[in-house]
Nanobody, 116 residues
Framework: VQLQAFGGGLVQAGGSLRLSCAASGNIASIPIMGWYRQAPGKQRELVAQITSGGYTNYADSVKGRFTISRDNAKNMVYLQMNSLKPEDTAVYYC???????????WGQGTQVTVSS
């Protein structure tokens, strides 16, 4: 499965963006889909995850502001980001998790830049 994230851009603090992740194959059987991000000079971190059953969990830093969702019929995963902060600036990636962490090679990701 190849995963391509898109939808990033430049937004002012307090604004919103919706990221999308398109999968080349069927994601219905993938146990967990996740969004990750990497800011300059920092390690990649998990932002949000969603199971095949729809259960979600979020990094503390984005709880209440970000919402992850998946559409198995369309092989898509989304990340709705509201109340964006400058510290959300990063390259965002999506990946699959079969229980052993991110499964596939990282794609190019999509850049999110939040200006203050």
């Amino acid at each position: 499965v190849q995963l391509q994230a898109f939808g990033g851009g430049l937004v002012q603090a307090g604004g919103s963006l919706r990221l999308s992740c398109a999968a080349s194959g069927n994601i219905a059987s993938i146990p967990i889909m996740g969004w990750y991000r990497q800011a300059p000079g920092k390690q990649r971190e998990l932002v949000a995850q969603i199971t095949s059953g729809g259960y979600t969990n979020y990094a503390d830093s984005v709880k209440g502001r970000f919402t992850i969702s998946r559409d198995n019929a369309k092989n898509m995963v989304y990340l709705q980001m509201n109340s964006l902060k400058p510290e959300d600036t990063a390259v965002y990636y999506c990946n699959a998790n079969y229980g052993m962490g991110p499964r596939y090679p990282w794609g190019q990701g999509t850049q999110v830049t939040v200006s203050s």
